[in-house]
């Protein structure tokens, strides 16, 4: 045993080389960099992309995914090799993945706290508008609304197209659906449980995927 070397290092020396071993894994490629910024971002559009592949897969009737631009705990994921390791520095917390099912009329409140707060990750299946006077548009990919050719159609909507007596399943972290982040009016609403951590659902998304390219398509447009 060398000076200073105490025993107890000895016997976690095997731990934490395994450890490392574990979080230097390559698991994709980013072709660009990843930025965490408002009011989306390539970071928070790679997050949400992942959620809702996912919880598509679990619930069929879910249209979109939200993450709380806080959860997101890195401010980029340079080009080059992605590690297990940064998956667990941006998503560092044991946060599941759930399913919402909520009404047109609680949806809209969301989708303005998140306008009023200059914005958080929100997949590409909802195309939303923010107005400072108190509005908030939407439309959903899925829904039939709009084709895929006419993404740009969702820069336009200035009328409210959520329809506050129908139920709208949106995939977001059990954190959220908990109250967090201001969030206290989704407190109690009926939800799925899926099971899933968001940062193995990232993982996942991004192994299958390989090499992975920034998508820095904005979700929601501010109009003055």
């Not at 990843?34 to 809702?52: C, I, Q, R, W």
Request: include cysteine; hydrophobic fraction near 40%; glycine fraction near 10%.
């Amino acid at each position: 045993m060398s000076a200073g070397t105490s025993e107890i290092e000895i016997m976690l020396k095997p731990y934490r080389d395994s450890l490392s071993g574990i979080m230097n894994e390559v698991i994709g490629n980013a072709e660009g960099d990843f930025v965490k910024e408002k009011p989306g971002g390539s970071l928070g559009n790679l997050v949400t992309e992942a959620m809702y592949t996912a919880a598509k897969q679990i619930d069929k009737k879910c249209v979109g995914a939200i993450c709380n631009y806080g959860g997101l705990r890195v401010p980029e994921i340079k080009k080059g090799d992605i590690t297990k390791g940064k998956i667990f520095e941006l998503l560092p917390f044991e946060n599941e993945l759930v399913i919402l099912e909520i009404r047109g009329e609680i949806l809209e409140q969301w989708l303005y706290l998140i306008g009023a707060s200059g914005g958080w990750p929100i997949s590409g299946s909802i195309y939303s508008n923010y107005n400072a006077g108190g509005k908030v548009a939407a439309i959903f990919k899925d829904s039939a609304i709009i084709e895929e050719a006419d993404k740009n159609l969702a820069l336009k909507i200035t009328q409210p197209m959520i329809r506050h007596d129908s139920v709208y399943h949106i995939a977001t972290s059990d954190y959220i659906a908990n109250g967090g982040d201001n969030c206290e009016f989704l407190k109690g609403q009926k939800r799925t449980n899926t099971g899933l951590l968001l940062r193995d659902v990232v993982m996942n998304d991004i192994r299958k995927r390989t090499n992975i390219q920034p998508d820095t398509q904005p979700r929601m447009i501010f109009i003055k």
